[in-house]
């Protein structure tokens, strides 16, 4: 029996004589547990040991031997592929881990932190806390080790804002790492710290020359810790197989030792699990003797060649179950022992119980005297509330009251130009391009009521439909609005910017290919938005800004969320609906611009036309960008979009149909018109357009024979003869200004109301003469 790498005094060696083993122990209780093992145990070498390190059971496993620890808690000595026959009476540091979820569990944390010492120990409990936490549905956020300073570790734990911190170290790295915590202020109301239980109950008022912390800093960021302990004496009065209660068991120790300080006296802790030891192999080898004894074996027939004894061995040990000094003893699968787990919380500066767990049956019994620096246990992480940002209900009920004006501006916009649409005067204004121009105007300002709704109106799941009404009633609006204008200036461009023999073939345009343009611009726009919806369909999703601490409450932060609507490649998409649409509205101004001269009785609107188009033009172009910059201001970007959509269609209807509506009432071009355009039928509007286009004509060879003015007066007169049919005209221009009030009124009266020009002017020549 060796009894430990970690004693240090030895006071008594006792050989064995069959096979040449030395016994070291350390005190008057070793020794005597020693003198029993070796009186009645010697010749079945099962090595009791205290060790760390699993090289001595390597080796006692190729020997059949059974080996029993009283002092050993690496969590590698529970593989059973590397030690086979080992057991220990002190459980595993992984008992902790069960009592430490239910603490989690219990106070419902969420979210842990750790911070080890880089040793297997600590390495191999860790690991298996991480199993089992992931299995409780616990999240280990931030995982942190050192080797001698800790002090990059806890300022990593600091500024990942970890609040509930399980530390792995020992003893005095745990004085450094609380040093390091003083320092970074990672203590308090907001952090619950769990460490190891077997430190000494003083251990951070202990003068340590490698910190430079003070024991009143040190008593301050250690206080409120919870610590987790293995229970090594049981809590319960029972007599166990010893036919000892724990206190009876204490008293006779205490009396062994002299008066000496138990905290001085190294193995203290551990004496009862020791003893427990002792009965547990006395048990064993009681139980194995009926089983031998049916197959014709003795224990003191035991060699270590003797396969059955050594399985009769392991057997009984894996089985025991007793009651002991240190409580139940039971052995798991991989021959760690199964104890309850003591709880115990740091309150002004001395350690207080405040409960136990049994890992065997999940039992917690809680004492409910758990005390927190704030006024409970703190939160697992900084508590974030998610707030939506949602659109100024005032805002959208402004906007919306224009917008739904501007749609009854829109609705008698386009009934009084369907009424009038046989008024000679309408018709020349392609009345259908400017109910087509209406329509589009009130699809654009009903596209401002989606524009205003947000998650404070609709749930999540109809947002993505809000978002299609969006986009088409915006997008169809448009090109119903401006294609229509556009397509009137691009006419009106096209006709009167040709040469003149080309000119006259365009003037004759029919109205079907002015629709055709439009249906043209408007199929484009649905065709780009179909294969938009189809490639890449609008859903919502959520921006996040920067947390924000509100007033009062410093473990609270405030979590402003946007919701938007758009796709995976949204600006790729608007790249090329604005790069579409920018260059129609830049060649409407330009058209527009190149047109302003232009007077024409077909398209009698032209230039009203063209002043919409500049309007709609710079609105839209300052915007676009604006929104975009402004997309995470939900405020100001509802602001700008929907207010150039209002006042884009307002400065449109009015422009384009007040002037209409002036002219009609000012003027009596009622209904009266209409009908005497019905009854004259379209040959009086072909008889004006041929008097227009003769008009025109005459008039550019009247200003090229101006320009001849220098020529002698008879030629001159032949030249305009077959040109001018106004005489006054011609009175002031060439006539010699000696001709008195009695020749020009003899001229006038050569005037008849069917006579041409070439018969008067032969006439004035005579009277020249």
């Known amino acids: 029996v060796v009894m430990g790498d970690s004693f240090h005094n030895v006071h008594m060696k006792l050989s064995d004589p069959y096979n040449n083993r030395t016994f070291f122990l350390e005190d008057f209780f070793n020794q005597l547990l ?5 009186r009645l145990f010697w010749k079945f070498y099962i090595i009791i040991q205290d060790f760390h390190h699993g090289s001595s059971s390597n080796m006692v496993a190729f020997v059949s031997l059974s080996q029993l620890s009283y002092g050993s808690s690496s969590p590698a000595l529970s593989n059973r592929q590397r030690f086979p026959t080992f057991f220990r009476t002190h459980p595993s540091a992984t008992l902790h881990n069960p009592t430490r979820v239910q603490l989690f569990q219990k106070w419902k944390w969420t979210k842990i932190a750790t911070i080890q010492q880089t040793t297997e120990v600590f390495t191999s409990t860790l690991d298996d806390l991480e199993e089992r936490v992931k299995e409780a549905g616990i999240e280990i956020s931030v995982r942190q080790s050192f080797l001698t300073d800790p002090a990059v570790a806890v300022k990593n734990l600091k500024r990942q804002d970890a609040r509930i911190i399980v530390g792995l170290f020992y003893e005095t790295e745990a004085r450094k ?13 907001k952090y619950v710290w769990f460490l190891i239980g077997w430190y000494a109950d003083n251990w951070f008022k202990i003068k340590d020359p490698s ?23 049981n809590p319960e009065t029972v007599r166990g197989a010893s036919n000892l209660t724990s206190q009876e068991f204490l008293a006779q120790l205490m009396s062994k030792l002299g008066g000496k300080n138990p905290e001085e006296t190294g193995g203290f802790q551990e004496a009862p699990l020791a003893y427990d030891a002792v009965w547990a192999l006395a048990l064993a080898l009681n139980k194995t003797v009926g089983p031998l004894k049916t197959k014709g074996h003795r224990l003191e027939d035991f060699n270590y060649n003797n396969r059955d004894i050594t399985s009769e061995i392991y057997r009984a040990m894996n089985t025991s179950s007793f009651e002991g000094v240190s409580g139940h003893v039971v052995f798991d699968a991989q021959g760690s022992r199964m104890a309850w787990t003591l709880i115990e919380q740091l309150q ?18 809680w004492y409910g005297n758990d005390k927190w620096i704030g006024p409970g246990p703190p939160a697992d992480q900084t508590v974030v509330i998610e707030e939506f940002r949602y659109l100024s209900q005032k805002l959208f009920v402004s ?16 009934t009084f130009n369907i009424y009038n649409s046989n008024v000679r005067y309408i018709q020349n204004s392609q009345p259908y391009l400017n109910n087509m121009t209406a329509v589009g105007c009130m699809m654009a300002l009903a596209a401002v009521f989606p524009l205003g709704i947000d998650g404070l109106h609709v749930h999540r799941r109809q947002f993505p439909v809000i978002c299609q009404f969006r986009l088409w009633l915006l997008g169809l609006g448009f090109s119903l609005a401006y294609g229509s204008m556009f397509t009137k200036i691009w006419w009106v461009h096209t006709v009167f910017t040709k040469k003149d023999e080309k000119k006259d073939k365009r003037k004759h ?3 079907w290919k002015l629709y055709a343009t439009v249906g043209v611009l408007l199929s484009i726009d649905i065709l780009s938005l179909m294969i938009w919806q189809i490639v890449d369909p609008l859903h919502i999703t959520v921006e996040k800004f920067t947390r924000e601490a509100p007033k009062g409450d410093l473990d609270v932060l405030i979590q402003p969320l946007l919701e938007h609507c758009s796709s995976e490649k949204m600006n790729t998409w608007l790249g090329v609906v604005y790069g579409y649409k920018g260059l129609l509205l830049l060649l409407g101004i330009f058209l527009a611009y190149e047109t302003k001269s232009i007077s024409t009785e077909k398209i009698n609107d032209h230039r009203a036309v063209g002043m919409a188009i500049y309007n709609v033009a710079v609105l839209c172009m300052i915007t676009a960008p604006v929104t975009m910059i402004l997309s995470s201001q939900q405020d100001a970007s509802f602001a700008f979009a929907s207010l150039a959509i209002v006042f884009s269609v307002y400065i449109t209807l009015v422009v384009l149909f007040v002037p209409k509506m002036r002219r009609l009432i000012t003027r009596g071009e009622w209904q009266s018109d209409a009908q005497e355009t019905m009854k004259t039928g379209s040959s009086t509007n072909n008889n004006d357009e041929e008097k227009s286009r003769q008009l025109e004509r005459e008039n550019k060879e009247l200003q090229k024979i101006i320009q001849e003015v220098s020529w002698p007066r008879g030629r001159a007169i032949n030249r305009l003869g077959p040109l001018i ?11 010699p200004a000696e001709l008195g009030p009695d020749s020009c009124r003899w001229l006038h009266s050569l005037h008849r109301p069917h006579g041409g020009v070439r018969h008067h002017l032969s006439l004035m020549s005579r009277f020249s003469v």
């Open 34 to 38: 020693s003198f029993v093992l070796y």
């Open 211 to 233: 910190i430079n912390c003070t024991v009143e800093q040190m008593t301050e960021a250690v206080e409120g810790h919870v610590t987790t302990e293995i229970v090594m004496l």
């Open 177 to 189: 790492v609380f040093c390091e915590v003083y320092k970074e202020k990672l203590y308090g109301k």
């Open 725 to 735: 049919d106004n005489y006054w005209t011609f009175y002031k221009l060439f006539l």
């Open 348 to 365: 002004g500066g001395s350690y207080k119980k405040i409960g136990y767990y049994d890992s065997t049956k999940g039992n917690l019994s």
């Open 509 to 511: 345009l029919e109205p």
């Open 399 to 414: 906007v919306s009251v224009f917008a739904g004006l501007g749609v009854l501006l829109g609705i008698v916009c386009l």
